[in-house]
């Protein structure tokens, strides 16, 4: 069984990045840029925009955050993500979600431009990749696309599984896959025979936010198993998958915490750098 060590490998992916960035800052006279929008006081959002921060920092990206009170109107927030929009210090756009209640993520997300979406949630990048024509993939999905090139595990003609439908991670992640010519399932929660349907999978990505509820009779002899839950239970980090247990049938698989987690990241600099490197 192969670990696939996702904080090494992002490690590897940001001093890479660094490189990449410093050409940028030459080039362009400036730092490529990114803009973070907090809106209100969530703590979890906090802690991941400060991470964003530091890794931002690390390789040389210039970050400007932005932190609005929770009161704070759908037209003052429009107002400045449109504003951004419009800066050309600024190569990359993300809105820290979750949103206070009163305000319309939709709307407010449609405010970036598909250039500008670093995230990869605009319908234009979600099209762009539905059609297998590029654009800006989500960045979890793209980091464990990532995981499986380094570890050099095979994807074309495999069957793969993706459990999970979101927006966020499940949709995109089964057509990254199908691009890359696997035959993709994607399963949820009324998929009857579920247990049946992973067990075929040569590749089983979960991504439904239900700690370790793939369990080792779900999972097929010697295959790759992508975890990107986290959940915590009894004061621990968790994901989706029965760790213990799955790690003796699996070929590949990738821990929690340090598997999937420290990927995302490592993609939303990539994405920030592809943005400014279009500028060159």
Same mark, same amino acid.
């Given at each position: 069984?192969?670990?696939?060590?996702?904080?090494?490998?992002?490690?590897?992916?940001?001093? +890479?990045?660094?490189?990449?960035?410093?050409?940028?800052?030459?080039?362009? /006279?400036? +730092?490529?840029? #990114?803009?973070?929008?907090?809106? &209100?006081?969530?703590?979890? !959002? @906090? %802690?991941?925009?400060?991470?964003? @921060?530091?890794?931002?920092?690390?390789?040389?990206?210039? !970050?400007?955050?932005?932190?609005?009170?929770?009161?704070? $109107?759908? +037209?003052?927030?429009?107002?400045?993500?449109? !504003?951004?929009?419009?800066?050309?210090?600024?190569?990359?756009?993300?809105?820290? #979600?979750?949103?206070?209640?009163?305000?319309?993520?939709?709307?407010?997300?449609?405010?970036?431009? *598909?250039?500008?979406?670093?995230? &990869?949630?605009?319908?234009?990048?979600? &099209?762009?990749?539905?059609?297998?024509?590029?654009?800006?993939?989500?960045?979890?999905?793209? &980091?464990?696309?990532?995981?499986?090139?380094?570890?050099?595990?095979?994807? $074309?003609?495999?069957?793969?599984?993706?459990?999970?439908? !979101?927006?966020?991670?499940?949709?995109?992640?089964?057509?990254?896959?199908?691009?890359? =010519?696997?035959?993709?399932?994607?399963?949820?929660?009324?998929?009857?025979?579920?247990?049946?349907?992973?067990?075929?999978?040569?590749?089983?990505?979960? *991504?439904?936010?239900?700690?370790?509820?793939?369990?080792?009779?779900?999972?097929?002899?010697?295959?790759?198993?992508?975890?990107?839950?986290?959940?915590? %239970?009894? /004061?621990?980090?968790?994901? =989706?998958?029965?760790? +213990?247990?799955?790690?003796?049938?699996?070929?590949?698989?990738?821990?929690?915490?340090?598997?999937?987690?420290?990927?995302?990241?490592?993609?939303?600099? #990539?994405?920030?750098?592809?943005?400014?490197?279009?500028?060159?």
């Amino acid at each position: 069984m192969t670990l696939l060590d996702g904080k090494k490998t992002a490690a590897d992916i940001r001093a +890479e990045l660094a490189f990449r960035a410093a050409q940028i800052r030459e080039k362009l /006279g400036r +730092e490529a840029g #990114l803009a973070v929008v907090l809106i &209100g006081d969530d703590p979890a !959002s @906090e %802690v991941y925009v400060r991470n964003k @921060e530091r890794a931002c920092a690390e390789v040389g990206i210039a !970050s400007h955050t932005y932190r609005l009170p929770a009161e704070t $109107s759908q +037209e003052e927030a429009e107002a400045l993500v449109c !504003s951004l929009a419009k800066d050309g210090r600024v190569d990359g756009i993300l809105v820290q #979600l979750p949103l206070p209640g009163h305000l319309d993520e939709k709307a407010l997300l449609r405010r970036i431009p *598909a250039q500008k979406d670093v995230d &990869g949630f605009s319908a234009e990048n979600m &099209g762009l990749l539905a059609k297998n024509e590029g654009g800006v993939a989500a960045c979890t999905p793209r &980091g464990v696309m990532e995981l499986l090139h380094r570890y050099q595990i095979p994807i $074309s003609g495999k069957r793969a599984v993706v459990v999970g439908r !979101s927006n966020i991670v499940g949709r995109p992640m089964a057509l990254l896959l199908l691009n890359a =010519d696997a035959t993709v399932t994607v399963c949820h929660s009324k998929t009857k025979d579920l247990k049946s349907i992973c067990a075929q999978a040569d590749i089983l990505v979960a *991504a439904l936010g239900k700690p370790r509820f793939i369990t080792a009779d779900m999972v097929k002899e010697g295959a790759a198993v992508i975890d990107v839950g986290i959940s915590r %239970v009894d /004061g621990k980090l968790v994901g =989706d998958v029965d760790f +213990e247990e799955v790690e003796k049938k699996a070929s590949f698989i990738t821990p929690v915490p340090g598997g999937v987690g420290p990927m995302t990241i490592a993609m939303l600099l #990539l994405s920030v750098v592809e943005a400014a490197e279009k500028k060159l």
